[in-house]
């Protein structure tokens, strides 16, 4: 069982002239340096995998693929979510997790030069997917280790702020190289020459991450093992009243998101007759948003109050549908704004409240190992119900309009399952709900 009073053991030294009392303060709200290395090196690989996303449509593009191969670039990033989960968590345990950043990072350059290489973007975007898979639980799993629980919202609010501005920057980037008159020969080059010196640059920073002094589990070798202990981790989350309602939202959420990228792109097309490379700048303008909602539940909301945001994830469903009426370019920046705004309020509290139970049950590395597994496996069935969609030849505005209402409908669900939860016990009274800004 992973050590929760780990962390103890990372509080700065005592100086001289500084009493208990003050301690206690600078230790539980004092944000240490390593954390800003742990930014800097999550936003170049996020920055890299978006750009990259953009310059693998174009590619598809280009070569004349089917429509409907487009959102499967997120099914073929995502199966190793889902295929490795009982492996990845406990990798990321078993070593400091910036190495094992460090190594992602390097799975993401090779796929980087596959494409260069000619390799099908379906194929080389997988590679970074498995990269990507290693990756996670290293970067969130690290959040838990270095900071005090009563950090984790904030945390999360820069790391999901800090990720959107990549987000951002990364469709802007991509969109841009992919326009002809940039001087780029082949969207190859482009992948190998911009992406991967991001991807590059996000390894230069895992080098600088602290070790947490946390106690690492030796790798098992028995891969049933691992599953039958990936099965136990999962079950117990499921299992667990704040953790089930934490873990069904954050899954919905990010099933959502990334079908919305590509919804927000056919949208952009059909509804305001953009291209694709303006059309990838609206994924930017949804990004905004989100950046903004995150920092304003870093800054409003507690853990004991993060439960309070569920109808947030409503609302953001019904207020979808209005994409179906917004045919100008003015009306529909701002409206993606809020649906991003809502998104990253609601979402932000969850995911830190889902880290904090997960770290207390199981430890951060299978923890967030349990989270992937089932928000990868809502992005397969999202983006795949989406993929047959496109197939169907169904409008956008019927894809819209079942989008919004699927959201919505299962949001609700969720918020009263919580309702009944709460009835039973009141584990939300345990949780901490000191202010941290």
Request: charged share 10%.
């Amino acid at each position: 069982m992973h050590n929760c009073h780990a962390r103890a053991s990372l509080a700065p030294n005592r100086q001289r002239g500084i009493n208990l009392a003050q301690s206690h303060i600078r230790d539980n709200y004092f944000v240490p340096f390593g954390f800003y290395i742990i930014m800097a090196a999550q936003f170049f690989s996020a920055l890299a995998d978006n750009a990259l996303l953009i310059a693998a449509i174009a590619a598809l593009r280009e070569m004349q693929a089917p429509a409907e191969y487009e959102p499967l670039l997120k099914t073929f990033f995502t199966v190793s979510y889902v295929v490795l989960a009982a492996f990845v968590g406990a990798f990321a345990d078993s070593m400091p997790k910036g190495r094992v950043m460090l190594i992602s990072n390097g799975i993401k350059i090779i796929g980087c030069s596959m494409m260069f290489f000619g390799a099908h973007p379906l194929l080389a975007y997988a590679v970074v997917g498995l990269g990507a898979a290693a990756y996670s639980p290293a970067k969130y799993g690290i959040l838990t280790e270095y900071l005090p629980h009563r950090l984790l919202v904030v945390a999360n609010g820069w790391i999901e702020g800090l990720t959107v501005g990549a987000i951002i920057l990364g469709v802007v980037i991509g969109g841009t190289l992919i326009r002809p008159d940039t001087g780029v020969d082949s969207i190859g080059e482009m992948a190998l020459s911009v992406v991967a010196v991001l991807y590059i640059l996000a390894a230069v920073f895992n080098l600088y991450i602290p070790d947490t002094g946390v106690d690492h589990k030796a790798l098992k070798k028995n891969p049933i093992f691992l599953i039958h202990e990936f099965n136990h981790c999962l079950t117990l989350l499921w299992r667990d009243r704040l953790g089930q309602i934490s873990l069904a939202v954050t899954t919905l959420f990010w099933g959502a998101g990334a079908t919305l990228q590509f919804i927000v792109i056919k949208w952009s097309e059909t509804a305001l007759g953009l291209g694709l490379s303006k059309a990838s700048m609206l994924q930017g303008v949804v990004a905004v948003g989100v950046a903004v909602g995150a920092i304003m539940a870093a800054k409003f909301i507690t853990l004991r109050k993060s439960v309070r945001v569920i109808p947030l994830g409503i609302a953001m469903g019904l207020i979808v549908l209005v994409m179906n009426f917004v045919h100008e370019l003015w009306l529909a920046v701002p409206l993606l704004i809020l649906i991003g705004g809502l998104s990253g309020f609601f979402v932000v509290p969850m995911n830190a409240l889902l880290q904090h139970r997960g770290h207390i049950l199981m430890g951060a590395g299978h923890s967030i190992a349990v989270q992937n597994f089932n928000e990868n496996i809502s992005i397969l069935i999202m983006t795949g119900l989406y993929y047959v969609m496109v197939k169907m030849d169904l409008s956008i505005y019927w894809v819209v309009t079942l989008f919004g209402l699927f959201v919505s409908g299962l949001m609700y669900l969720i918020r009263q399952r919580h309702i009944e939860n709460q009835k039973q016990q009141d584990d939300v009274q345990h949780l901490d709900d000191s202010p941290f800004h």
